[in-house]
């Protein structure tokens, strides 16, 4: 799975700050019981009917159970699947697209969860990319709807839309000026939550937060997607002038300088540690400080230094410091400089 064509290799519209857009859809099956209360076959039997009804699109199709479990979690390292998803219960299924932009969980909190990915801030098109899918399902499944309560979910904060609209952004100037709380207590209040890496209990890693809708019930897809546009928008551009008062500072640009030469020549590197160099050299490239790397090239290497990945990709789980050293010589590999 390291291949170049994953969506995730690429940064797109205000990449500077928005890293990633997911739209998920939650959609149950009707006239059988929530995952929660199925058993083993019912949620074969579920997974079989979803596999059945996909268009003619070519997905992976992946018995979770039988998942190697550090492969697992190195999806859930990617975002392409939830955390609770990587748990490998008996019966749950992933679909998944080439490119991996698009994935389909069967059997997690829902029956089916449909998520879509872009690069960049392109909720536009992910909405899009989402929304003819699960037409096309609806048309062949007849997903659980209630005229009042919109599609029924098993966790009733989902009720409605069944819609989670997100941004990954990487806001290490708003963290620095310790503006985050503030901008979380603003956010909750025109019903958007802004988390952790992993979303809910998750902490923020490299400066990087998860900004997501919360209302699901008593507004349209398209309203919440236009709410999440709006305030984003706001916040990338809070963002950009702290950055702007960063670049004024010397020592900060020490620290991206230092943070380049460390993760260049370093011989171990802990997760933690490469999360707040990388954001570092993150904020540098996007202003413009370090020429001869991309915000692409950061993008790949941000996946592919996690934990769980790197093990996937030696194909065995490792000690800490194995694994410090592999994602060391990984990442030396990749910044090195061009010969000129």
Not at 256 to 263: E, K, P
Request: proline share 4%; charged share 25%; aromatic share 4%.
């Amino acid at each position: 799975m390291t291949g170049n064509k994953q969506w995730y290799r690429a940064s797109g519209q205000e990449g500077d700050v928005v890293i990633s857009t997911r739209v998920r859809l939650a959609r149950n099956l009707p006239r059988m019981p929530f995952p929660a209360c199925m058993n083993p076959e019912q949620k074969r039997q579920a997974a079989e009917a979803v596999v059945k009804a996909l268009p003619e699109e070519t997905f992976r199709v992946i018995d979770m159970h039988e998942l190697p479990h550090i492969t697992a979690l190195s999806l859930v390292e990617r975002h392409l699947i939830s955390p609770e998803f990587s748990r490998q219960e008996e019966g749950s299924v992933l679909c998944l697209s080439e490119d991996e932009s698009v994935s389909l969980m069967i059997g997690e909190e829902d029956h089916l969860r449909i998520q879509v990915m872009r690069p960049g801030l392109d909720l536009d098109s992910a909405y899009r990319a989402a929304d003819e899918l699960d037409t096309a399902l609806d048309s062949r499944l007849h997903f659980a709807f209630d005229d009042r309560l919109g599609y029924l979910t098993q966790c009733p904060t989902n009720l409605g839309t069944g819609m989670r609209a997100s941004m990954m952004l990487h806001l290490p100037a708003l963290q620095e000026g310790g503006a985050i709380q503030q901008l979380a207590n603003t956010v909750s209040k025109l019903g958007l939550t802004i988390r952790g890496l992993y979303g809910e209990g998750s902490k923020p890693e490299g400066a990087i937060y998860q900004l997501s809708n919360q209302v699901t019930l008593g507004i349209s897809e398209s309203a919440a997607i236009e709410n999440l546009k709006g305030i984003a928008a706001q916040i990338i551009r809070e963002e950009r002038a702290g950055r702007e008062e960063l670049c004024r500072n010397p020592h900060f640009e020490d620290r991206v300088w230092r943070s380049l030469g460390i993760l260049r020549t370093a011989r171990l590197l802990r997760g933690d540690e490469f999360m707040s160099l990388i954001s570092n050299l993150r904020v540098g490239v996007a202003l413009g400080m370090i020429e001869g790397l991309s915000l692409d090239q950061i993008s790949g290497l941000i996946g592919d230094a996690q934990p769980a990945t790197v093990m996937a990709m030696k194909g065995e789980e490792l000690e800490p410091a194995e694994r410090d050293a592999v994602r060391a010589v990984l990442v030396r590999e990749r910044l090195a400089e061009k010969p000129t």
